[in-house]
């Protein structure tokens, strides 16, 4: 073979062996940007109570909201209620700890067997978020009972399954600043029948005191997954 061609050859398999490495580094590196990115959701997630809940049996949409850090809406809720309230039933406080525009307002006056507060969503994805942080300020000494609720698309009333309840006036909180009480929850320990890739609703249930008799509150209550 002459110089010339054989010169040739060597610059054009060269040549080929580049172009092959240049797409084999692309490729992996798409590959590895995907894993990385698991989810677009920007941490903290924060449960936004626009306006004041609905009173008994009346549920309007859009009340409440989750919304991530960057201001972005995930859900809004489907369905929002204050149940067996006082007259003045949940309203809006301009004061909250973990920085959204409002806490929500829940006043119970001890005159029903039950009652409390939630907002069901559409079902979102919070499996990234390992803490669930539930801030209350006025939670009085002569409450034994007030639950925490949180529950996943497959939730069915008076069913097993799908949720999970924490009694926040039982346990210690986390922190106190001021006259918020922090409570720092894990997934993976006090909501491990709760599906977090389908989380659908919060809830605030049910105060009573050390005799089970219908509790009296009177709350600011702030909500964040961490």
């Given at each position: 073979m002459k110089k010339e061609n054989f010169k040739l050859l060597c610059t054009l398999l060269f040549g080929v062996l580049l172009s092959v490495g240049f797409l084999s580094c692309d490729v992996s590196g798409d590959s590895d940007k995907k894993d990385n990115n698991t989810s677009s959701i920007q941490g903290p997630v924060s449960v936004s109570w626009n306006i004041a809940l609905a009173n008994d049996g009346s549920t309007v949409p859009d009340q409440v909201t989750?919304?991530?850090?960057?201001?972005?809406?995930?859900?809004?809720?489907?369905?929002?209620?204050?149940?067996?309230?006082?007259?003045?039933?949940?309203?809006?406080?301009?004061?909250?700890?973990?920085?959204?525009?409002?806490?929500?307002?829940?006043?119970?006056?001890g005159l029903d067997t039950w009652g409390g507060c939630f907002a069901k969503f559409g079902a979102v994805d919070l499996?990234?978020?390992?803490?669930?942080?539930?801030?209350?300020?006025?939670?009085?000494?002569?409450?034994?009972?007030?639950?925490?609720?949180?529950?996943?698309?497959?939730f069915v009333q008076n069913q097993p399954g799908g949720f999970n309840e924490i009694n926040l006036a039982a346990i210690e909180p986390s922190s106190v600043d001021g006259e918020w009480e922090i409570y720092e929850l894990l997934s993976s320990v006090d909501f491990v029948d709760v599906d977090m890739t389908n989380f659908q609703a919060v809830g605030f249930w049910n105060p009573l005191d050390s005799d089970e008799n219908p509790g009296v509150a009177d709350i600011l209550v702030d909500v964040i997954f961490e």
């Open positions: 989750l919304v991530d850090a960057t201001g972005t809406v995930l859900s809004s809720s489907v369905e929002s209620q204050s149940m067996n309230t006082a007259a003045a039933g949940s309203g809006l406080s301009t004061e909250s700890y973990f920085g959204a525009e409002n806490s929500l307002h829940i006043i119970w006056d499996s990234a978020f390992s803490t669930v942080k539930v801030a209350i300020k006025g939670l009085p000494d002569s409450l034994a009972t007030l639950m925490f609720k949180i529950e996943d698309t497959s």
